[in-house]
């Protein structure tokens, strides 16, 4: 069970607990495949620097608020609830596979490969950005019982509301194949190649709305459709 610090600041954790498992299997020349799960808790504890320094809560574009899209953990321009200083993840698998046959004797190539993974894999690596967040537009001295502005001193403020790693979006899993031929010239070999990517189309939404409302969590982009692509590679 790893864990790890992340930089020096007084009450800033970062903690990860994961179990990983990989195997692969090659009977004959012409077959091979493989398999690997990864499960995984991600725990993040900022709420010593809170304690201190509530304002990498607070938007930069406020009085004196340090938040920006550029802060570790949760990048926004929107106010955070100090509450929400530890978040952890929950426990999440990912799950990859791929598998390749060549047909003798008329040198038929075939392969595919699988993944299935809780959140797109291009989000920045945070809780708080991986999972689902909410955000309304407060304006505070009207919408709530302060009767003044929030922290940032701002009239009208972006506020998260949803809390880091309590939901997710559908996993998003994937089938691409490839089937190939080897045209042989003497020495030289010609494959000629047609890949298929995301063989099942798919349409698992990627991007939900954050903005609270009668929209909250519609999709705003799902994954690519089915997608053919013809190619060839020439070796000599």
């Known amino acids: 069970m790893p864990s790890d610090s992340c930089g020096n600041s007084r009450g800033s954790r970062l903690s990860q607990s994961s179990h990983s498992h990989w195997a692969s ?14 499960s ?5 504890d900022e709420c010593g620097v809170a304690a201190e320094h509530p304002d990498i809560y607070i938007s930069s574009l406020g009085w004196g608020g340090s938040l920006t899209f550029f802060s570790p953990f949760i990048p926004s321009l929107g106010q955070w609830p100090v509450e929400f200083c530890h978040r952890e993840s929950g426990w999440l698998t990912n799950v990859k596979g791929l598998a ?7 040198d038929l190539l075939l392969s595919t490969a699988f993944h299935s993974v809780p959140y797109p894999g291009n989000n920045f690596p945070a809780v708080a950005s991986q999972s689902l967040g909410g955000q309304v537009l407060l304006a505070p ?14 009239p009208i403020e972006f506020f998260n509301i949803a809390q880091p790693g309590a939901k997710y979006g559908d996993r998003l899993s ?7 031929k080897n045209l042989r010239h003497g020495r030289a070999i010609t ?13 698992t939404p990627d991007v939900y709305q954050p903005s609270y409302g ?19 590679q020439f070796d000599f």
């Open 191 to 203: 494959l000629i190649s047609l890949d298929v990517f995301n063989l099942f189309n798919s349409n």
């Open 214 to 232: 009668t929209t909250y969590l519609n999709p705003l982009s799902i994954t690519v459709a089915r997608l053919f692509k013809i190619s060839a």
């Open 25 to 38: 299997a090659q009977q004959r020349p012409s077959t091979a495949s493989s398999t690997a799960s990864c």
């Open 100 to 106: 390749s046959y060549t047909v003798p004797k008329i």
């Open 141 to 154: 001295q009207v919408q709530t019982t302060l009767g003044r502005p929030l922290s940032s001193g701002l």
């Open 174 to 180: 994937q089938v691409d194949l490839r089937i190939g």
């Open 40 to 44: 995984g808790n991600v725990v993040e």
